[in-house]
């Protein structure tokens, strides 16, 4: 078994999955009725471009979608993709935002990125996109 065969077997299947992984989105059943779909992401994980220390995080996507809704278990892939990613916490919450829009061209949506608090500082990143329909 050569050194790449190796390494590749030492790959969990998992970081595979994540590698491989795919922004997904399929037909909104109602598309003519405003609603909204809150999805909350509790374990968001990313380094600090400065420190490299973890930073970690609860994200909030709260969005009306237009023609195409996003797929739960690969919006769950998409974000684990940040795990090893050096990003501020601004960058991070404003680059998933532009991703998700550009996957599902939602009429709205809204992420807040709530960072655990570290050396006494707790941020809260909230970006949005588009105008909120009433439901």
């Known amino acids: 078994m050569s050194s790449t065969q190796a390494q590749a077997s030492k790959t969990l299947y998992g970081e595979r999955v994540i590698a491989e992984g795919e922004l997904i989105c399929f037909d909104n059943p109602r598309p003519e009725r405003p609603y909204e779909i809150s999805i909350e992401l509790p374990e968001f994980t990313c380094q600090c471009p400065f420190s490299g220390y973890p930073d970690f995080a609860v994200l909030r996507l709260l969005y009306q979608p ?70």
Not at 70 to 88: F, G, Q
Not at 104 to 113: D, G, R, S
Request: aromatic residues 6%; contains cysteine; proline residues 4%.
């Open 66 to 135: 237009g023609s195409r809704v996003i797929e739960l278990k690969a919006i769950k892939l998409y974000v684990n993709s940040y795990r090893n990613c050096t990003i501020s916490h601004e960058e991070a919450a404003n680059k998933i935002l532009d991703d998700l829009v550009v996957a599902c061209n939602p009429v709205w949506m809204q992420l807040e990125a709530d960072f655990n608090p570290r050396g006494n500082v707790h941020t809260v990143v909230r970006v949005s996109h588009g105008s909120r329909q009433p439901c």
